[in-house]
């Protein structure tokens, strides 16, 4: 079956209802219930409990609680790396962005400014820049930190679709990351800008970053800016920056001064962990 095939019934399904619903289920004190589900899914997708701070699933109040569970003290220590991985997850696609273009799957790609929701001062800065993708499926730690530190300078919720992003999905919707709901994060690195964007799907409830909290909902209908400029927040490397109620995608960006290189042995459907090397800088080295 064709990859368009596959998730063509994506476009028929009540995505956005399907998504509330899912929630309002997962952020509700269910009790025994909730146990249940959370067993259910621990065994369903194989999740490793033995690195969470709290590998008591009956500990959790909450689907979200259990989702966007914190791991144990050391569980991911941090490369000596110019940029470390941000999350667990699987590489979906990396590189040069050609022109203005990132390159999402065979035959599809997008431009920075449709990513960043139309700002083109802001895409133009990684004009011929890097990018990087990288997919959380749902056995993952879904807690998102730092690649390097940075100071942040804006947020950007840009409203959108809400398809599933697994990688059938990536192949199959052009523009995928484009398109679907998205929280773009702009930062100021001794690298100069990066942008860093929390994708959303089908089913994830919400998406959250430890300076503002929820993003969403509510679900707006226009793209809303924040301005963090001379706020002060200031983000180590390795410090967490946001979370994913249920699982997801992020996409980053790098300005082509940065002179990033990743390393040898990323490429795509590589696993990746939170905390080991990503990329070097040759303007520094």
Same mark, same amino acid.
């Given at each position: 079956m064709s990859d368009f095939w596959a998730v063509a019934p994506?476009?028929?399904?009540?995505?956005?209802?399907?998504?509330?619903?899912?929630?309002?289920? @997962?952020? %509700?004190?269910?009790? @025994?219930? %909730?146990t249940a589900v959370i067993r259910w899914?621990?065994?369903?997708?194989?999740?490793?409990?033995?690195?969470?701070?709290e590998s008591n699933l009956a500990a959790y109040a909450t689907f979200n609680d259990f989702f966007t569970r914190p791991l144990k003290a050391g569980a991911r220590p941090l490369d000596a790396a110019d940029w470390v991985c941000p999350v667990d997850g699987v590489i979906s696609q990396l590189g040069p962005v050609s022109g203005d273009q990132v390159f999402q799957a065979k035959g599809h790609s997008y431009s920075t400014a449709a990513l960043v929701g139309g700002d083109v001062a802001l895409a133009s800065q990684f004009q011929d820049g890097q990018f990087a993708t990288i997919y959380l499926s749902p056995r993952d730690y879904h807690r998102i930190h730092m690649p390097c530190a940075g100071a942040l300078t804006r947020m950007v919720y840009v409203p959108g679709e809400l398809f599933s992003v697994n990688p059938a999905t990536a192949r199959g919707v052009p523009g995928l990351f484009a398109r679907n709901e998205r929280v773009v994060c702009v930062f100021d690195t001794a690298f100069g800008p990066m942008v860093l964007v929390l994708v959303g799907a089908t089913i994830v409830g919400s998406m959250a970053t430890v300076w503002h909290g929820v993003v969403n909902p509510p679900r707006l209908p226009d793209v809303r800016t924040w301005a963090y400029e001379g706020d002060g927040i200031h983000l180590g490397q390795g410090a967490e920056m946001g979370r994913f109620m249920l699982g997801s995608t992020v996409v980053m960006l790098w300005p082509h001064t940065a002179g990033l290189r990743f390393q040898p042995d990323w490429a795509a459907t590589r696993a990746v962990r939170m905390g080991e090397t990503m990329a070097h800088s040759l303007a520094r080295h």
């Open positions: 994506q476009y028929l399904l009540p995505k956005l209802a399907l998504t509330r619903l899912a929630g309002r289920f @997962a952020s %509700t004190q269910g009790g @025994a219930l %909730t899914f621990a065994r369903r997708y194989n999740v490793n409990m033995a690195e969470a701070a």
